[in-house]
């Protein structure tokens, strides 16, 4: 059996993101959390800044997958406990921040212009699902809270990668037979082929844990979306959405590194 090829990375100028919040400051202790939330999963990451140990953690995961058959408002309970999440993840972090100084990014449900080209109910729960997840936090007491669109995080990975956004570039026939999956859902491994090519494998490895190759996510017929059996040979349909989170988590970073610079 021949070795996978490995997909390179390149590095290019980092893009200008648009977001005010609070800033972080030099000598300040930190958390970075990002999260991906859709009807099938809730999936978390974090990196963090230990002021008193003078070095970076992480990164570190959380997710809660649902099978096809997990009732709507037992996902919306799931979802509203995301405090419980957040502290799965500075609890694996080993860290002990103030509320004010953790930073959470979450994606947005679907992208402004999707409402006016398709009404759902799949979409109206999406919404729900996300609302409950932010009112989770809120209730809780987090007030550092940014919704991002899926624009924002893959202009880092497309940067990173040197490449573009625009699906001419985003999707590859390499990507497609690398993760056997369809040509057209080979721009969702882009979060994956990212977080292990060029965080863990490139020459700068800005992070001290490595990140984990799960294995890709398929389509069954009786339990939805569930991650590929070893040995199986069906088509993949997306990555671990934990990668998702990854590269939301990145934004967030970015967003404190720029407020650290310019403080």
Known sequence: MKPKKKI???IKPSPRVRKKH??????QTWVACGFDTSMSSLAGAAVGYDNSLGKLLGPVFTMRRWPKDTHYFTRLK?????????????????MTPEIDEIFIAQEEPFPSGMVGRMQSNALKQQAEISGAF????VRYGYAQIFQ???????QIIARDLGITIHHSKWRSEELALFYNCKPINSGK??????????????????YPEDVPDWPDIIE??????IPRPEGSK?????????????????????????GLKDA
């Open 148 to 154: 991002i669109g899926n624009h924002q995080w893959r």
């Open 189 to 206: 491994f882009r979060a994956k082929q990212w977080g292990i090519d060029f965080l863990v494998n490139n020459y700068n490895k800005p």
């Open 234 to 258: 069906a088509k993949a349909t997306q990555p671990d959405d934990r990668y998702d989170a990854l590269a939301i988590m990145q934004w967030m970073v970015e967003e404190l590194e720029r």
């Open 22 to 27: 609070r800033r972080a400051t030099r000598s």
């Open 78 to 94: 799931d979802s509203a406990r995301a405090p419980d999440l957040v502290h799965e993840l500075i609890g694996q972090l080993g």
């Open 134 to 137: 932010l009112g989770g936090l």
């Open 8 to 10: 390179s990375a390149k």
């Open 220 to 225: 069954s017929s009786k339990l939805g979306k």
